[in-house]
């Protein structure tokens, strides 16, 4: 049985090359064409560094064979550098077709540079293939950002919540995570992939349990109607671990968005604050067209009266009962602050005994909240007489 000569004998990086190309789709000849250069690399910091060689690799043996290039100069050029040169006289002893400038390849292959082949190609394939993952892990999760994600801690560095999510590790830093919230070992909780880096080890995935996506995937999840399109989140804000608003809005008049949202008994919506730690509130709100309508529903719980708004400048006066005003505010103002963010409006607050007190400016108009009843009109008593005897 014939034995190939210069083919690397520690691994049969052929197969391995073919394998890792069918595999990852990557192409064979970009693959043979940077093993070659592995190669080159070997044999100069191993034999001649200062040697200009080119590495041939047979596509289908795996044989490899090394060349010193040449160029071709004249014989009256004295003196000649036999590592980078040759003359012309001598060239044509080669090959009599050979001319001035050409490049000579003269076959140097060590006898002992299989080995040492064998490993720069092993060494190359196995980085390629590292390489080629990293890219692909990098293309996949660059993919899923704005998404949800599931895993489980695995390490707690310097306060950084390290997530075991499968094919990678994410990263929940302290300034992502929700305040309230302590992480443990073995812990499976799910996060929102905020950001995706290349780095050197693979891609380096960012994950957030503090940031608005991370409550809309979660409605998402929970509410098919929202999955199906028929209900739309119009806008979320949150201050994580304590209170959050999530106004929501549908098409089909006889669907009621917000009763949906929060399911029988409170099933759907109860998941979710399970689900980013059972302590925050969401207030659910119907989304309006109209401003004033929309504001007045983005300060539940609290029941508003009246209320005024400047178009202009996104201004508004609401007047709520005088035992809701403190509800209207809410503790330290969080829930008149999340009311303005979620609608981009500045409101001013006040109970029915303090706008008594003073003037809505001229530059506000007044918003209907509800639909004014209908006055019936009464007949008076000689009227129904003369209907009754005509």
Not at 97 to 117: L, Q
Not at 192 to 221: C, D, W
Not at 290 to 299: D, R, T
Request: charged share 30%; aromatic share 6%; proline share 4%.
């Amino acid at each position: 049985m014939a034995v190939k000569k210069n083919v690397p004998e520690t691994v049969n990086f052929l197969d391995a090359l073919k394998a890792l190309c069918i595999e990852r789709d990557v192409s064979e000849e970009m693959m043979f064409d940077a093993i070659e250069k592995a190669l080159e690399t070997a044999y100069k910091k191993n034999f001649d560094s200062a040697q200009n060689v080119e590495v041939n690799l047979d596509r289908e043996t795996g044989a490899y064979h090394v060349y010193a290039l040449k160029t071709v100069i004249e014989d009256e050029l004295i003196p000649i550098d036999p590592i980078t040169e040759i003359s012309l006289s001598q060239a044509k002893k080669i090959d009599p077709s050979y001319e001035i400038d050409d490049v000579v390849k003269i076959e140097v292959t060590p006898r002992n540079f299989g080995r040492i082949a064998a490993q720069a190609a092993k060494q190359f394939v196995v980085q390629r293939i590292r390489e080629v993952e990293r890219g692909m892990l990098y293309d996949e999760f660059s993919g899923k950002e704005n998404d949800i994600v599931s895993g489980t801690v695995v390490r707690i560095e310097n306060g950084d919540v390290i997530i075991d999510i499968g094919k990678a590790e994410a990263v929940l830093l302290q300034s992502e995570q929700i305040r309230s919230e302590r992480y443990k070992l073995g812990q499976h909780i799910k996060a929102y992939i905020a950001e995706v880096k290349k780095g050197n080890k693979g891609p380096q995935i960012y994950v957030s349990r503090t940031h608005p996506g991370l409550l809309k995937k979660l409605f998402e999840m929970e509410v098919p109607e929202i999955q199906d399109g028929i209900i739309e989140i119009k806008s979320i804000v949150r201050e994580p671990g304590m209170r959050s608003k999530v106004s929501v809005i549908t098409k089909d008049e006889n669907i009621d968005p917000v009763g949906t949202c929060i399911g029988d008994k409170g099933v759907r919506i109860q998941a979710i604050i399970d689900e980013i730690g059972g302590n925050e509130k969401i207030d659910l709100i119907k989304w309006d067209q109209e401003s004033g309508k929309y504001i007045a529903n983005a300060l539940s719980p609290a029941k508003v009266r009246n209320i005024w708004v400047n178009e202009e400048e996104k201004t508004a006066r609401a007047v709520v009962p005088n035992n809701q005003l403190s509800l209207a505010i809410g503790k330290e103002g969080q829930n008149a602050r999340l009311a303005a963010k979620l609608t981009g409006w500045k409101i001013d607050i006040k109970s029915v005994d303090q706008s008594k007190l003073t003037e809505v400016p001229a530059d506000m108009h007044q918003v209907q909240l509800r639909p004014k009843k209908k006055k019936r009109k009464k007949k008076k008593f000689f009227q129904k007489q003369n209907e009754a005897t005509e």
